[in-house]
């Protein structure tokens, strides 16, 4: 069994406080993915579960076992780098095997290991080259096949695809997700991307300075962002905001804005009378209409910018004084300087105090 549990992990470089009172359960065979901008602290926690960087305060277990004081060779891990950090005056096959080498693992069964692993990554013709005669991509899955031939408890990926063109790190994005689940490894993979984390991920931990923001399944922090930085992190293209203020009707909540008025049931959220509120919509939750005077729940414009991006086209244009975005179906899509008018379903809005950056949807 290799679960991971972090309990009040903490991490200090001198006075400044990068990590803060860090707790999260991994299952067995799960896959993680730290989600966050740079500087978030999500790359020294990989490296503090590793055993690379030292642990201020809490502590770590693997597999029932607190690893705090253990050197990383002795955690029964494995970690993948951004940089392959491959030896490049030695074969592929030599680079694979230098840690089993060093574990003084008898010959026959290196390269029993060796021709296993590379048989499961592609790599039987590149025995022999250089890391030099490899590609970005082939470079990087010598890097994972080292990694798998110590047959680790758990795989640490820290931002790996980083250096690779978008094709390429869409293939390698594939193979992984194939991989862990051929390997069934407990798997904690770094990003910024979100789409490498909503497309790998079994549960994402998103981060903001230092401490965690949700944890949740991709579709659970898509769906339902627990705060406005969630909201505006998650999502292609960016989640829309309109400042608005509630006020109370009969059947439910008006919202104000400066330039139209939404109308929302009571039963979704929790708001107060002349409460200060964010309200979200996704571009792609924009249904576009012909222009009209109506003034509840539409958003309306004139077209500013229109982005191509293949079967759809994003169209930028400023309402209330905010710049939104709606995405429409490249087909017969508005021309810059053409009126533009969108309905919000309620069904799709989320609501967030101004104040503390809170979902008011209800549980």
Same mark, same amino acid.
């Given at each position: 069994?290799?679960?991971?549990?972090?309990?009040?992990v903490d991490k200090q470089y001198g006075a400044v406080n990068?990590?803060?009172?860090?707790?999260?359960?991994?299952?067995?065979?799960?896959?993680? *993915?730290?989600?966050? /901008?740079?500087?978030? +602290?999500?790359?020294?926690?990989?490296?503090?579960?590793?055993?690379?960087? =030292?642990? $201020? +305060?809490?502590?770590?277990?693997?597999g029932g076992k607190t690893v705090n004081e253990l050197p990383p060779r002795d955690r029964g891990v494995a970690m993948v780098f951004q940089n392959y950090a491959l030896y490049p005056h030695m074969t592929i096959y030599d680079n694979i095997a230098f840690g089993l080498k060093r574990m003084n693992v008898p010959k026959p069964e290196i390269d029993q290991r060796i021709r296993a692993v590379a048989a499961t990554l592609g790599l039987e013709p590149y025995l022999q080259r250089k890391p030099t005669e490899l590609s970005g991509g082939q470079q990087q899955r010598v890097a994972i096949a080292r990694a798998m031939i110590?047959? %680790?408890?758990?795989?640490?990926?820290?931002? /790996?695809?980083?250096?690779? =063109?978008?094709?390429l790190r869409n293939h390698m994005r594939v193979e992984i997700a194939r991989l862990h689940q051929k390997l069934k490894t407990t798997t904690i993979y770094v990003t910024h991307d979100q789409l490498e984390a909503m497309t790998l991920a079994d549960r994402?931990?998103?981060?903001?300075?230092?401490?965690?923001?949700?944890v949740g399944t991709p579709?659970?922090?898509? =769906?339902?962002?627990?705060?406005?930085?969630?909201?505006?992190?998650?999502?292609? $293209?960016?989640?829309?905001?309109i400042d608005v203020s509630?006020?109370? *009707?009969? =059947?439910?909540?008006?919202?104000?804005s400066a330039g139209a008025d939404f109308r929302v049931s009571a039963k979704r959220f929790a708001l107060a009378p002349g409460q200060k509120v964010v309200l979200g919509i996704r571009p792609a939750?924009?249904?576009?209409?012909? %222009? $009209?005077?109506?003034?509840?729940?539409?958003?309306?414009?004139?077209?500013?910018?229109?982005?191509f991006h293949g079967n759809d086209a994003l169209v930028t244009f400023v309402f209330a004084g905010c710049e939104i975005g709606a995405?429409?179906?490249?087909?017969?899509? /508005?021309? %810059?300087?053409? /009126?533009?008018s969108f309905v919000v379903n309620e069904d799709s809005i989320h609501l967030f105090d101004q104040a503390t950056g809170l979902s008011l949807l209800k549980s």
């Open positions: 069994m290799a679960n991971i549990v972090c309990s009040n990068v990590i803060t009172d860090f707790n999260l359960d991994v299952a067995d065979h799960e896959f993680i *993915v730290f989600l966050g /901008p740079s500087g978030c +602290g999500k790359s020294t926690l990989l490296r503090m579960i590793a055993g690379l960087e =030292d642990i $201020s +305060g809490g502590t770590v277990v693997i110590k047959t %680790p408890r758990v795989f640490l990926f820290d931002e /790996p695809l980083s250096n690779l =063109d978008a094709k994402i931990v998103l981060m903001k300075g230092g401490a965690i923001e949700q579709a659970e922090i898509y =769906d339902r962002p627990r705060t406005l930085f969630v909201a505006g992190f998650i999502g292609t $293209s960016n989640m829309n905001f509630a006020e109370k *009707v009969e =059947d439910g909540w008006t919202l104000r939750d924009l249904q576009k209409q012909e %222009p $009209s005077a109506a003034r509840t729940n539409v958003v309306a414009g004139i077209a500013d910018l229109v982005e995405l429409v179906k490249a087909s017969g899509c /508005p021309k %810059p300087g053409d /009126p533009v």
